[in-house]
C-alpha cells in the first residue's frame, strides 16, 4: 500500500479499557450508519472490514463523484468518513455541499488524511468537518473518536429533532420522516398525509393569562393529542419505526400529523376529526378550565406534491383557509384537494345523520328469506338493516355500515337490530305465521362489549323467542380481532342455545381452522363464490371442496346470492343445505315478507316473484 493508504496500528489494550461502555454506546456500531467516502478502493474496502469486525454493521463506500447530496440523503448516515486525497479537491467539494444541504449540514464528519498540513485542516474544518485523523491511525483511537462523535451527535439530535417544550418531534424532524415517506410512496405507489393542526384563540388567551400559561396550554393540548390518537398509531420520534404516525410541533400554536401510509384518503379525515374533538375538550391549566378549538388542512402526497417542504406548505395553507372560512370549528378539516373536500364533506355530513338517525327512528329492517335446498321450503330468513335518509332515500347497508363501524355507532345499531328483528319474529308467530329462525349480524365491536351476552340474554327474554331461532352471523374478521376472550363468549352464547354463523366465508381470512377454533353451526358461501360457479372451473371446484368439507364437520352450509336456476342446480348438488338470494326472494320489508309466510311450501321460486311483485 502505498503511504495514502489506510494504516491502523493494533488496538491499545489501555485504551480499549477506557472505552465507554454505557448501554447506549454499546448500541452504536449495531445502529450507525456509516457511509466511507473514498476514490482508492484499497483503502475503503479496509477501513469497511475494520468497522465491520469492530461491530459497525451499517457501512457503505461511496467515490467522491457519487457521494452527492441526493445519495448522502437517501442514505441518511449518522457520520460520514471522509478521505482527503493528496491532490485534487474532490473532498473539499463534498464538504462544501453539506454545508450548502439543510439537512445535511449538520451531519457529523471526520476526516482521514496523509496530509498533516495546517491549510487543509483549516480548510477541512472550516467546512463543517467535526474531527482531522492524520495517518497512519491507531485503532483503538479510531474507535473511541467515532463513539465520541455519535455520542455528541446523539446528545445534539436530541436538542435539534425534539421540541423542548413539548417533548415532540419538531419540524425538522418531522422533514426527515416526510422525506422517508414521500421517496416511499413514490417507488412503492402508496398514498400518504400531512395534517396541520392551527389552535385557534391561541393569542388570546397567551396575551390575556400570559406566556407561562401559554406555554403549559400547549404542553397539555401535546399530552391531550398524544393520548387520543389509538393505540395502533403509533407516537414516534426519528429512531421510530418509518412507517408508523407521527406527531410534531410545528411554529407556536401548530402541531402535524404525519400519516406515511394510508389506505384511502378518509384515514386522513378520521384522524383529523379525532383530533378536533379530543382538543374541543375542556383543559385544566394552573387552576383555570381553558376552552380551545382547532382547525385542521391536509395535503395528501404525492397527489398534491412531491416535494416535502410544498406538502408542509400546502396543508398550512389548508389549515389557514379553515379557520378563514367561518365555518365552524366542528365543520372538520379541509384538504388541500378540492375533490378530497367534497368526499370529506359528504362522509362528515353522513356521520353527523347517522348520529340522529336512532332518534329520529329512520332506520328500517328488510327481511331475506332463507330456502331448504332440496324442498323449497322457507327455513329462516336474514335481517337487513337499511336507512331510510331524509334527503337520499332508502340506502343499503354498503353505504352507511363501514361509517358506523369506525364511530363506534354500530353498537347502538346493532342493538337497535337485535331488538327489532326479535320483536318482529315474535309478533309473526303470535299470528300464526311460523318462522323457524331469524339471522342477525353481528359485528366486531359488540362482540368486544363484555355486557354483550347479557344483552343477548335480555332481548331474548322480553321478546319470548327461544335461543336456537335466533341465529348470529359473525364474520371472521370479528371472531379474529375481538381476541381470546371471545371463545369464552361465544361458548356463554351457545348456553344460550344460539346458532352462530360464519358468514361470508371466503372473503376474510378463510382459514379451516377457525371451524375448529369457534363453535359454528352454520357456513356461508359468499355471494361472490356462487355467482361464478357455473363460469369458473377454479371456482367451482372450491365451492364444492368448503361445501365438502363443512358438511363432513356437521355445520349447516348456506349458500347466498343464487340469482339463477344453473346456481340453484350447483348448490344443491354440491351438498349446500340452504339458499338465499334474488332467486328465491328479494331483501322485503315486514309487510311483504309476511305474504311468504303464508305460503307452507315454496318449491318453485317464482311463487315468490309473484307475491313479490303485489
Same mark, same amino acid.
Given at each position: 500500500?502505498?503511504?495514502?493508504?489506510?494504516?491502523?496500528?493494533?488496538?491499545? !489494550?489501555?485504551?480499549?479499557?477506557?472505552?465507554?461502555?454505557?448501554?447506549?454506546?454499546?448500541?452504536?456500531?449495531?445502529?450507525?450508519?456509516?457511509?466511507?467516502?473514498?476514490?482508492?478502493?484499497?483503502?475503503?474496502?479496509?477501513?469497511?472490514?475494520?468497522?465491520?469486525?469492530?461491530?459497525?454493521?451499517?457501512?457503505?463506500?461511496?467515490?467522491?463523484?457519487?457521494?452527492?447530496?441526493?445519495?448522502?440523503?437517501?442514505?441518511?448516515?449518522?457520520?460520514?468518513?471522509?478521505?482527503?486525497?493528496?491532490?485534487?479537491?474532490?473532498?473539499?467539494?463534498?464538504?462544501?455541499?453539506?454545508?450548502?444541504?439543510?439537512?445535511?449540514?449538520?451531519?457529523?464528519?471526520?476526516?482521514?488524511?496523509?496530509?498533516?498540513?495546517?491549510?487543509?485542516?483549516?480548510?477541512?474544518?472550516?467546512?463543517?468537518?467535526?474531527?482531522?485523523?492524520?495517518?497512519?491511525?491507531?485503532?483503538?483511537?479510531?474507535?473511541?473518536?467515532?463513539?465520541?462523535?455519535?455520542?455528541?451527535?446523539?446528545?445534539?439530535?436530541?436538542?435539534?429533532?425534539?421540541?423542548?417544550?413539548?417533548?415532540?418531534?419538531?419540524?425538522?424532524?418531522?422533514?426527515?420522516?416526510?422525506?422517508?415517506?414521500?421517496?416511499?410512496?413514490?417507488?412503492?405507489?402508496?398514498?400518504?398525509?400531512?395534517?396541520?393542526?392551527?389552535?385557534?384563540? #391561541?393569542?388570546?388567551?397567551?396575551?390575556?393569562?400570559?406566556?407561562?400559561?401559554?406555554?403549559?396550554?400547549?404542553?397539555?393540548?401535546?399530552?391531550?393529542?398524544?393520548?387520543?390518537?389509538?393505540?395502533?398509531?403509533?407516537?414516534?420520534?426519528?429512531?421510530?419505526?418509518?412507517?408508523?404516525?407521527?406527531?410534531?410541533?410545528?411554529?407556536?400554536?401548530?402541531?402535524?400529523?404525519?400519516?406515511?401510509?394510508?389506505?384511502?384518503?378518509?384515514?386522513?379525515?378520521?384522524?383529523?376529526?379525532?383530533?378536533?374533538?379530543?382538543?374541543?375538550?375542556?383543559?385544566?391549566?394552573?387552576?383555570?378550565?381553558?376552552?380551545?378549538?382547532?382547525?385542521?388542512?391536509?395535503?395528501?402526497? !404525492?397527489?398534491?406534491?412531491?416535494? !416535502?417542504?410544498?406538502?408542509?406548505?400546502?396543508?398550512?395553507?389548508?389549515?389557514?383557509?379553515?379557520?378563514?372560512?367561518?365555518?365552524?370549528?366542528?365543520?372538520?378539516?379541509?384538504?388541500?384537494?378540492?375533490?378530497?373536500?367534497?368526499?370529506?364533506?359528504?362522509?362528515?355530513?353522513?356521520?353527523?345523520?347517522?348520529?340522529?338517525?336512532?332518534?329520529?327512528?329512520?332506520?328500517?329492517?328488510?327481511?331475506?328469506?332463507?330456502?331448504?335446498?332440496?324442498?323449497?321450503?322457507?327455513?329462516?330468513?336474514?335481517?337487513?338493516?337499511?336507512?331510510?335518509?331524509?334527503?337520499?332515500?332508502?340506502?343499503?347497508?354498503?353505504?352507511?355500515?363501514?361509517?358506523?363501524?369506525?364511530?363506534?355507532?354500530?353498537?347502538?345499531?346493532?342493538?337497535?337490530?337485535?331488538?327489532?328483528?326479535?320483536?318482529?319474529?315474535?309478533?309473526?308467530?303470535?299470528?300464526?305465521?311460523?318462522? /323457524?329462525?331469524?339471522?342477525?349480524?353481528?359485528? =366486531?365491536?359488540?362482540?368486544?362489549?363484555?355486557? #354483550?351476552?347479557?344483552?343477548?340474554?335480555?332481548?331474548?327474554?322480553?321478546?319470548?323467542?327461544?335461543?336456537?331461532?335466533?341465529?348470529?352471523?359473525?364474520?371472521?374478521?370479528?371472531?379474529?380481532?375481538? =381476541?381470546?376472550?371471545?371463545?369464552?363468549?361465544?361458548?356463554?352464547?351457545?348456553?344460550?342455545?344460539?346458532?352462530?354463523?360464519?358468514?361470508?366465508?371466503?372473503?376474510?381470512?378463510?382459514?379451516?381452522?377457525?371451524?375448529?377454533?369457534? /363453535?359454528?353451526?352454520?357456513?356461508?358461501?359468499?355471494?361472490? #363464490?356462487?355467482?361464478?360457479?357455473?363460469?369458473?372451473?377454479?371456482?367451482?371446484?372450491?365451492?364444492?371442496?368448503?361445501?365438502?368439507?363443512?358438511?363432513?364437520?356437521?355445520?349447516?352450509?348456506?349458500?347466498?346470492?343464487?340469482?339463477?336456476?344453473?346456481?340453484?342446480?350447483?348448490?344443491?348438488?354440491?351438498?349446500?343445505?340452504?339458499?338465499?338470494?334474488?332467486?328465491?326472494?328479494?331483501?322485503?320489508?315486514?309487510?311483504?315478507?309476511?305474504?311468504?309466510?303464508?305460503?307452507?311450501?315454496?318449491?318453485? /321460486?317464482?311463487?315468490?316473484?309473484?307475491?313479490?311483485?303485489?
Amino acid at each position: 500500500m502505498s503511504r495514502q493508504s489506510l494504516q491502523l496500528d493494533p488496538p491499545d !489494550p489501555a485504551a480499549a479499557a477506557a472505552r465507554p461502555d454505557a448501554p447506549d454506546a454499546s448500541a452504536w456500531p449495531a445502529l450507525a450508519q456509516i457511509v466511507v467516502i473514498d476514490d482508492e478502493p484499497l483503502n475503503s474496502v479496509a477501513l469497511k472490514a475494520f468497522l465491520q469486525a469492530s461491530g459497525y454493521q451499517r457501512v457503505t463506500r461511496l467515490t467522491v463523484s457519487a457521494a452527492g447530496t441526493q445519495a448522502l440523503r437517501d442514505l441518511q448516515p449518522d457520520l460520514v468518513l471522509l478521505e482527503l486525497a493528496l491532490s485534487g479537491d474532490g473532498a473539499f467539494d463534498v464538504l462544501q455541499r453539506m454545508q450548502d444541504d439543510r439537512l445535511l449540514r449538520h451531519l457529523p464528519v471526520i476526516v482521514l488524511t496523509a496530509q498533516d498540513d495546517r491549510p487543509s485542516r483549516l480548510r477541512a474544518l472550516s467546512l463543517g468537518a467535526a474531527d482531522f485523523l492524520v495517518k497512519p491511525i491507531d485503532a483503538s483511537e479510531l474507535d473511541l473518536r467515532l463513539r465520541n462523535t455519535l455520542a455528541a451527535k446523539a446528545y445534539r439530535d436530541g436538542l435539534a429533532h425534539t421540541d423542548q417544550l413539548t417533548g415532540l418531534p419538531n419540524r425538522e424532524s418531522l422533514l426527515w420522516q416526510l422525506n422517508w415517506a414521500l421517496k416511499h410512496a413514490l417507488r412503492h405507489g402508496s398514498v400518504g398525509a400531512v395534517l396541520q393542526l392551527g389552535l385557534d384563540r #391561541f393569542g388570546q388567551i397567551n396575551d390575556a393569562l400570559g406566556p407561562t400559561i401559554g406555554d403549559e396550554l400547549l404542553h397539555a393540548v401535546a399530552q391531550r393529542l398524544v393520548a387520543g390518537l389509538r393505540d395502533s398509531d403509533t407516537v414516534m420520534h426519528r429512531t421510530a419505526a418509518p412507517n408508523a404516525l407521527v406527531l410534531a410541533r410545528g411554529s407556536g400554536d401548530e402541531f402535524t400529523v404525519l400519516l406515511p401510509v394510508m389506505e384511502r384518503d378518509e384515514d386522513a379525515a378520521l384522524v383529523a376529526r379525532r383530533m378536533i374533538e379530543r382538543v374541543a375538550e375542556p383543559f385544566a391549566v394552573a387552576g383555570q378550565e381553558l376552552y380551545v378549538s382547532c382547525r385542521v388542512g391536509i395535503a395528501v402526497f !404525492p397527489g398534491d406534491s412531491n416535494d !416535502p417542504d410544498t406538502i408542509l406548505k400546502l396543508a398550512g395553507t389548508a389549515m389557514r383557509h379553515a379557520r378563514d372560512s367561518g365555518a365552524a370549528p366542528d365543520a372538520g378539516p379541509q384538504f388541500h384537494s378540492g375533490r378530497l373536500n367534497t368526499r370529506s364533506l359528504d362522509r362528515l355530513t353522513l356521520e353527523r345523520d347517522l348520529h340522529h338517525a336512532l332518534e329520529r327512528e329512520e332506520f328500517r329492517l328488510h327481511y331475506q328469506a332463507q330456502f331448504n335446498v332440496v324442498s323449497g321450503r322457507l327455513c329462516g330468513a336474514e335481517a337487513l338493516v337499511r336507512w331510510q335518509h331524509p334527503r337520499r332515500g332508502l340506502l343499503g347497508p354498503g353505504e352507511f355500515i363501514a361509517v358506523a363501524e369506525e364511530t363506534g355507532l354500530i353498537v347502538r345499531l346493532g342493538r337497535w337490530v337485535l331488538h327489532e328483528a326479535l320483536r318482529q319474529l315474535a309478533a309473526w308467530r303470535r299470528d300464526g305465521q311460523w318462522l /323457524p329462525q331469524m339471522s342477525v349480524n353481528v359485528s =366486531g365491536l359488540q362482540l368486544e362489549r363484555p355486557d #354483550f351476552v347479557d344483552e343477548l340474554r335480555a332481548e331474548l327474554e322480553a321478546s319470548g323467542v327461544e335461543g336456537h331461532s335466533l341465529c348470529l352471523e359473525l364474520t371472521e374478521s370479528a371472531i379474529i380481532d375481538s =381476541g381470546p376472550q371471545v371463545i369464552d363468549m361465544l361458548a356463554r352464547m351457545k348456553r344460550l342455545g344460539l346458532q352462530l354463523a360464519l358468514d361470508d366465508f371466503g372473503t376474510g381470512y378463510s382459514s379451516l381452522t377457525h371451524l375448529r377454533r369457534f /363453535p359454528i353451526d352454520e357456513l356461508k358461501i359468499d355471494r361472490s #363464490f356462487v355467482s361464478d360457479v357455473c363460469s369458473s372451473d377454479t371456482i367451482a371446484a372450491i365451492t364444492e371442496a368448503v361445501i365438502a368439507m363443512a358438511t363432513r364437520l356437521g355445520l349447516r352450509v348456506v349458500a347466498e346470492g343464487v340469482e339463477t336456476e344453473p346456481q340453484l342446480a350447483f348448490v344443491r348438488a354440491s351438498g349446500a343445505d340452504v339458499f338465499q338470494g334474488h332467486l328465491g326472494a328479494r331483501p322485503l320489508p315486514a309487510e311483504a315478507f309476511a305474504a311468504l309466510l303464508t305460503v307452507e311450501a315454496l318449491v318453485v /321460486p317464482e311463487v315468490a316473484l309473484e307475491l313479490q311483485s303485489h
